[in-house]
């Protein structure tokens, strides 16, 4: 590496380059998955590569899987930074020193495939249940070691493990069809998986997904909205989320473009995101730019607090990085993404929240969907939702889907609850696929609903 930061030196004084920043990753992993008993990816892989980012008022990048071609991708990212003359710039902050590793209690690395798909194989028989015609695990870990340097003089080292385990099973029934899932996960070792009752969460995944096929369609309209914790931490990272991550803001691709210190909602509500939160799927200490990630009281009391920032978005805004500057890996750019996002507890018990609703719906779990942020509108569909009657929980619902504006939906919040999840362990796409994690309380609103497809 000394090499390479000479290299680095050399070439950036040779183009009038004033700030530049290396990646050199490993990464190694494991991919399996079962459908229906036949096996269908059994891998293990190992892949090193180098990012390189140089920039004069603009990005130049170049990135090498081939360690011998590090100079050569140096000179391009150095060359191209040279070329493209911008005229922005970029939060560059003090020179750090540091080497962290994230704890394993059953580190991955210790354990051979066979032993991986033993946990696979005993999920996917847990999946079981009379109209289950379709069930499917997956299973993926990968442990990613970064050397990160730059022109400032800061060498950082991080080893950060994942593991995630989906099991989803399909209900069929004349013609129809109903599919439900579970997903578990986050930074740290195989413990986060090995501990699992598989035969518990299996069981229920089967029966929510027969359930559903005797469930019924939605009614349409404005309804009072109670979301579970799942669809919770989807809306605040979907609808709001993306709408604080400061690239869009600073393209003009935000409704939250110039709040900041604006009430979007009611005193009690308090939007955060947390890299720093142990264990989380989301989680890391330095993100891509080799900023030490920080929790981020996006909202707080209901006013709009701060925006999620790069180095070039700090800069912009005339404020310090916050840490959210995160890549897919070597050979993509960091971009501002999301960590651990969630909505602070409140003061509300879940059965109180519910007592409260004349007529409305409790909605469960994330279905995927959509959000415009330069709009302001989403849609979402909810695993399932089930119809409240004076207070009561009664009818049982499927492809249940809500919508509306998220400042609307913000403010009229009514209650939130005391208990918080943030256990929801996924990926976020923007181009490029990052781990991300979301949560929160039970939260009562009132929001557009109607069936789904």
């Given at each position: 590496?000394?090499?390479?930061?000479?290299?680095a030196?050399?070439?950036?004084?040779?183009?009038?380059?004033?700030?530049?920043e290396?990646?050199?990753v490993?990464?190694?992993?494991?991919?399996?998955s079962?459908?229906?008993?036949?096996?269908?990816?059994?891998?293990?892989?190992?892949?090193?590569?180098?990012?390189?980012?140089?920039?004069?008022?603009a990005?130049?990048?170049?990135?090498a899987?081939?360690?011998?071609?590090?100079?050569?991708?140096?000179?391009?990212?150095?060359?191209?930074?040279?070329?493209?003359?911008g005229?922005?710039?970029?939060?560059?902050?003090?020179?750090?020193?540091?080497?962290?590793?994230?704890?394993?209690?059953?580190?991955?690395?210790?354990?051979?495939?066979?032993?991986?798909?033993?946990?696979?194989?005993?999920?996917?028989?847990?999946?079981?249940?009379?109209?289950?015609?379709?069930?499917?695990?997956?299973?993926?870990?990968?442990?990613?070691?970064?050397?990160?340097?730059?022109?400032?003089?800061?060498?950082?080292?991080?080893?950060?493990?994942?593991v995630?385990?989906?099991?989803?099973?399909?209900?069929?029934?004349?013609?129809?069809?109903?599919?439900?899932?579970?997903?578990?996960?986050?930074?740290?070792?195989?413990?986060?998986?090995?501990?699992?009752?598989?035969?518990?969460?299996?069981?229920?995944?089967?029966?929510?997904?027969?359930?559903?096929?005797?469930?019924?369609?939605?009614?349409?309209?404005?309804?009072?909205?109670?979301?579970?914790?799942?669809?919770?931490?989807?809306?605040?990272?979907?609808?709001?989320?993306?709408?604080?991550?400061?690239?869009?803001?600073?393209?003009?691709?935000?409704?939250?473009?110039?709040?900041?210190?604006?009430?979007?909602?009611?005193?009690?509500?308090?939007?955060?995101d947390?890299?720093?939160?142990?264990?989380?799927?989301?989680?890391?200490?330095?993100?891509d730019?080799?900023i030490?990630?920080?929790?981020?009281?996006?909202?707080?009391?209901?006013?709009?607090?701060?925006y999620?920032?790069?180095?070039?978005?700090?800069?912009?805004?005339?404020?310090?990085?916050?840490?959210?500057?995160?890549?897919?890996?070597?050979?993509?750019?960091?971009?501002?993404?999301?960590?651990?996002?969630?909505?602070?507890?409140?003061?509300?018990?879940?059965?109180?929240?519910?007592?409260?609703?004349?007529?409305?719906?409790?909605?469960?779990?994330?279905?995927?969907?959509?959000v415009?942020?330069?709009?302001?509108?989403?849609?979402?569909?909810?695993?399932?939702?089930?119809?409240?009657?004076?207070?009561?929980?009664?009818?049982?619902?499927?492809?249940?889907?809500?919508?509306?504006?998220?400042?609307?939906?913000?403010?009229?919040?009514?209650?939130?609850?005391?208990?918080?999840?943030?256990?929801?362990?996924?990926?976020?796409?923007?181009?490029?696929?990052?781990?991300?994690?979301?949560?929160g309380p039970?939260?009562?609103?009132?929001?557009?609903?109607?069936?789904?497809?």
């Amino acid at each position: 590496m000394e090499r390479i930061g000479k290299t680095a030196e050399r070439l950036a004084e040779k183009y009038g380059v004033a700030y530049y920043e290396l990646r050199v990753v490993r990464v190694r992993s494991t991919s399996i998955s079962i459908q229906n008993d036949h096996l269908e990816e059994l891998s293990e892989n190992e892949e090193v590569g180098l990012g390189v980012r140089a920039f004069k008022g603009a990005w130049g990048f170049s990135s090498a899987n081939d360690m011998k071609r590090a100079g050569e991708a140096i000179e391009t990212a150095m060359k191209a930074a040279k070329l493209l003359k911008g005229s922005a710039s970029v939060y560059v902050g003090d020179p750090v020193r540091d080497e962290v590793a994230v704890r394993q209690e059953v580190p991955l690395e210790t354990l051979g495939i066979d032993e991986k798909l033993v946990l696979v194989r005993d999920a996917a028989k847990a999946l079981k249940g009379e109209a289950i015609k379709n069930r499917s695990v997956s299973y993926g870990d990968s442990v990613k070691e970064q050397l990160y340097i730059n022109s400032t003089g800061s060498e950082i080292r991080t080893v950060v493990p994942r593991v995630r385990l989906y099991i989803a099973s399909t209900a069929f029934s004349s013609g129809d069809m109903q599919r439900y899932w579970k997903a578990f996960g986050g930074t740290g070792g195989f413990e986060l998986v090995s501990n699992l009752d598989l035969n518990e969460w299996g069981s229920l995944v089967s029966l929510k997904a027969n359930e559903l096929l005797k469930a019924s369609s939605p009614p349409a309209g404005s309804f009072d909205v109670v979301m579970d914790p799942e669809l919770t931490g989807v809306f605040i990272h979907e609808a709001l989320g993306h709408a604080v991550e400061a690239d869009s803001v600073k393209n003009g691709e935000s409704i939250l473009a110039g709040r900041i210190g604006e009430s979007l909602g009611p005193e009690e509500l308090t939007v955060v995101d947390d890299p720093t939160i142990p264990g989380k799927f989301g989680s890391y200490v330095y993100d891509d730019e080799g900023i030490r990630g920080r929790k981020v009281e996006v909202i707080r009391k209901g006013v709009l607090r701060e925006y999620l920032t790069d180095r070039e978005t700090a800069a912009h805004f005339g404020v310090r990085a916050n840490g959210h500057g995160r890549a897919q890996d070597y050979a993509h750019q960091p971009l501002v993404r999301m960590s651990n996002t969630y909505v602070e507890g409140g003061t509300w018990e879940t059965q109180e929240i519910i007592e409260g609703v004349r007529r409305g719906l409790y909605m469960i779990g994330d279905k995927g969907g959509e959000v415009d942020t330069a709009t302001g509108t989403f849609t979402f569909g909810a695993k399932e939702g089930y119809l409240i009657e004076n207070g009561e929980v009664k009818g049982h619902l499927r492809d249940v889907g809500l919508s509306g504006s998220i400042l609307g939906v913000l403010r009229r919040i009514k209650a939130i609850g005391r208990e918080v999840k943030v256990s929801f362990p996924g990926y976020c796409g923007k181009g490029q696929w990052v781990p991300v994690d979301d949560g929160g309380p039970h939260i009562l609103t009132r929001a557009r609903v109607g069936g789904l497809g």
